[in-house]
């Protein structure tokens, strides 16, 4: 009895000894680039952590002055076409019910960004003149929350060229397309998303939006749903614009942490400019019940009764594909600005879209000052690929990645150090032992703030003999802050 006991504890062992140890699958880099939101790379950090950025104010650029504008203006999408950048928005002087005949869909243009102006397009007459900014009117419920798009998928027609989609729960969500993003059709009399009683109660009211997908290949579309009393979004796919999968109820992950399920006003999701398979969701966070603003206070700022007993912010989270927002981040992104017109209900609400509006610089809008004779568009800024960073302080921290594969000659890094800051890369094999020629004790300092700088090491910066093979990087940082790196050529 003993022996045979023996016997086959000798085999298990055997057995566990002889068995491979199966090394992580990598990830194919390519030459794409990767931002630091989250923990797609990181196999582990020691002495650094991923830091949220604080965005820049650069103030007001648009206010909603014009008699079909007013405090009730929202669900603003920011599109940039070529050196054109155009704002669309919805126009309501006057609180009332969701998708009236009050409300218009309106535009707004800027060379660069930042100085906007509002053309006389004498489409429709509102409120007794067609010397106005309103490219839609006169087609509720459409104009409560019309969003338009740029469509990039290959062989749009031309007429196609721009989309939108509009609509409540009442209608259904309608699909729209232009030539030019001025004059708008229906692409179909029949709505392409119509609402789903179960699990969700109500759907649509709130701004919409769709786009297409480099990485999936296909359109998505995010729209907002309430589940269990709760503002929540969901997710459908489309291969031509007007057939759509049935919703997806997006859930939330965050490494090593859980997750508070929160009012998620809109979403803002869309494919980022400089890296298009990570989706950047700028998310109203809505605060239902969070008074702030005594009653006094709100007399004052002139905000209508109905509008100050809640506040929110603006949050930051991402999505790689399918039915999952990344929350690695679950402090404000944008908090609430000083004074009482910040923190009341409706406020800070973000625009759609990230745009860049200079060499180093990309910029977002926020809805501010809701339902106050003030209402206007701001502008925030960060630099390019700056919505958080690896961070380390002067004591030093380092960052080792997942094992990856990659195309291209060259790393390059977008960086920020200190004077007495820097940045070494060593390049180990899968298994973690470094590469000769890429080892920490060869790696060139880098010290700087520059979107793309070039990683080298004694030899030079050329990687192509490692092109192919797979790969972990060991980032060694020191009173510095590391937002994205990619391969190139």
């Not at 003999?465 to 990619?486: N, P, S, T, W």
């Amino acid at each position: 009895m003993t022996l045979r006991c023996t016997v086959c504890l000798m085999s298990i062992v055997l057995v566990l000894v002889t068995i491979p140890v199966q090394a992580a699958t990598p990830i194919e880099l390519g030459s794409r680039r990767e931002l630091f939101v989250d923990h797609h790379l990181i196999e582990k950090v020691d002495g650094c952590r991923l830091e949220l950025a604080r965005p820049r104010d650069e103030g007001v650029v648009l206010k909603f002055d014009q008699p079909w504008e007013g405090q009730f203006c929202g669900y603003c999408t920011v599109i940039k076409d070529g050196d054109r950048f155009r704002v669309y928005y919805r126009g309501n002087p006057t609180v009332g019910r969701d998708g009236s005949n009050t409300e218009v869909t309106c535009v707004a243009e800027s060379p660069d960004g930042i100085a906007w102006t509002k053309p006389k397009l004498g489409h429709f007459d509102v409120h007794g003149t067609k010397d106005n900014n309103v490219v839609l009117a006169g087609l509720a419920p459409f104009s409560h929350n019309f969003s338009p798009l740029l469509d990039s998928r290959p062989g749009v027609p031309a007429d196609e060229r721009w989309k939108a989609i509009g609509g409540t729960m009442s209608s259904g969500l309608a699909a729209f397309a232009s030539s030019d993003g001025l004059r708008w059709r229906k692409l179909r009399d029949e709505p392409i998303l119509t609402k789903v009683t179960v699990p969700y109660k109500y759907m649509f009211d709130s701004q919409n939006l769709a786009f297409w997908s480099e990485s999936e290949r296909k359109y998505v579309c995010f729209f907002r749903v309430f589940q269990d009393g709760i503002r929540r979004i969901a997710r459908s796919t489309s291969d031509d614009f007007l057939t759509w999968s049935e919703p997806v109820l997006m859930e939330y992950r965050r490494e090593g942490g859980s997750v508070p399920v929160e009012h998620h006003y809109t979403s803002q999701t869309h494919a980022y400019f400089r890296a298009p398979h990570i989706y950047v969701s700028l998310a109203a966070r809505f605060m239902p019940g969070r008074q702030v603003l005594t009653d006094d206070e709100a007399k004052v700022i002139g905000v209508n009764a109905g509008y100050f007993k809640d506040t929110s912010d603006a949050i930051f989270q991402t999505s790689r594909g399918g039915g999952v927002y990344d929350r690695t981040f679950l402090e404000g992104f944008l908090r609430p600005g000083l004074g009482p017109r910040n923190w009341v209900s409706r406020t800070n609400y973000p625009a759609l879209n990230v745009v860049q509006t200079g060499p180093d610089e990309m910029s977002f809008y926020v809805n501010q000052d809701y339902a106050q004779p003030t209402a206007h568009l701001h502008r925030y800024s960060l630099r390019l690929d700056g919505f958080a960073s690896v961070r380390a302080g002067y004591s030093a921290g380092e960052l080792l990645t997942k094992p990856i594969t990659f195309t291209g000659k060259r790393l390059l890094v977008n960086l920020a150090t200190s004077a007495a800051g820097s940045l070494r890369v060593e390049v180990q094999d899968a298994a973690g032992k470094p590469i000769p020629g890429f080892a920490l004790d060869e790696a060139r300092e880098l010290i700087g703030n520059e979107i793309e700088r070039p990683v080298s090491w004694k030899s030079g910066s050329d990687v192509s003999k490692l092109a192919g093979h797979a790969i972990r990087l060991r980032l060694v940082l020191k009173d510095a802050d590391l937002f994205a790196l990619r391969f190139a050529e």
